[in-house]
Structures are given as structure tokens and as C-alpha cells.
């Protein structure tokens, strides 16, 4: 089992910056991708970001493209998402996803272990 607890959330006006971690227990954690979605009021959860074993396994949404960077410390158990410029439309709930294959995929099936989630609000 793995244990994911995401933090970092806030509000925050728009243009304006956070980043969010994502801390990881249990079993070994470097062999697999890491990945965050959000889930906007109303709206189905998306895929934002993943991250491969390799940190050369890289993809993004298109909507956060050059605003938005995944990192990941295999040392520290953790994941990062440094979220810039952010606009209202990025407010939503935000979770932290783990998969035991080294591949980042885009598909929320494909993760094995969630987070609770970190509330993300940017105000205009």
C-alpha cells in the first residue's frame, strides 16, 4: 500500500503562484509514475501532469503548459507541482496520483493510489 498526502493548497489571486507537494508512504516509491488531476465544482476530474520514474518521462495538460512543473524528489517520497500565473479557471481540488508502472499515463483508471486532495482557489 501506498499512502499519499498532498498539501500546499490556498487561495490565491490570479497571477499569483503555490506550489503543492505531495508526500508518499508505504512501499517503495520511486519505481512508479506520479501524476496530479483536479476536479473542478461541477466538472469531471482531469489529468493536469506526470511524472515517470525517469524525471525525462514528463507530460502536461494543455491547458498548464509553461505555466505548471512537476518535480519529484525519490529521496524525500515526494512530488511537487509548482503552479504559476495561475488563473481562476485552475481553481479546483487537486490530487496527488500513484501507479506502480514507470510509464505516466493520462487516465485516471491507470493510478492505484489517491490522495484526499488539496483545495486550490484563485480569485480574479
Known amino acids: 500500500q501506498v499512502q499519499l498526502v498532498e498539501s500546499g493548497g490556498g487561495l490565491v489571486q490570479a497571477g499569483g503562484s503555490l506550489r503543492l507537494s505531495c508526500a508518499a508512504s508505504?512501499?517503495?516509491?520511486?519505481?512508479?509514475?506520479m501524476a496530479w488531476f483536479r476536479q473542478a465544482p461541477g466538472k469531471e476530474r482531469e489529468f493536469v501532469a506526470g511524472?515517470?520514474?525517469?524525471?525525462?518521462?514528463?507530460y502536461y495538460a494543455d491547458s498548464v503548459k509553461g505555466r505548471f512543473t512537476i518535480s519529484r524528489d525519490n529521496a524525500k517520497n515526494t512530488v511537487y507541482l509548482q503552479m504559476n500565473s495561475l488563473l481562476p479557471e485552475d481553481t479546483a481540488v487537486y490530487y496527488c496520483?500513484?501507479?506502480?508502472?514507470?510509464?505516466?499515463?493520462?487516465?485516471?483508471?491507470?493510478?492505484?493510489?489517491w490522495g484526499q486532495g488539496t483545495q486550490v482557489t484563485v480569485s480574479s
Open positions: 496520483a500513484a501507479r506502480r508502472y514507470i510509464v505516466v499515463v493520462t487516465t485516471q483508471s491507470a493510478y492505484d493510489y
Open positions: 508505504g512501499r517503495t516509491f520511486s519505481n512508479g509514475a
Open positions: 511524472i515517470g520514474w525517469s524525471s525525462g518521462n514528463i
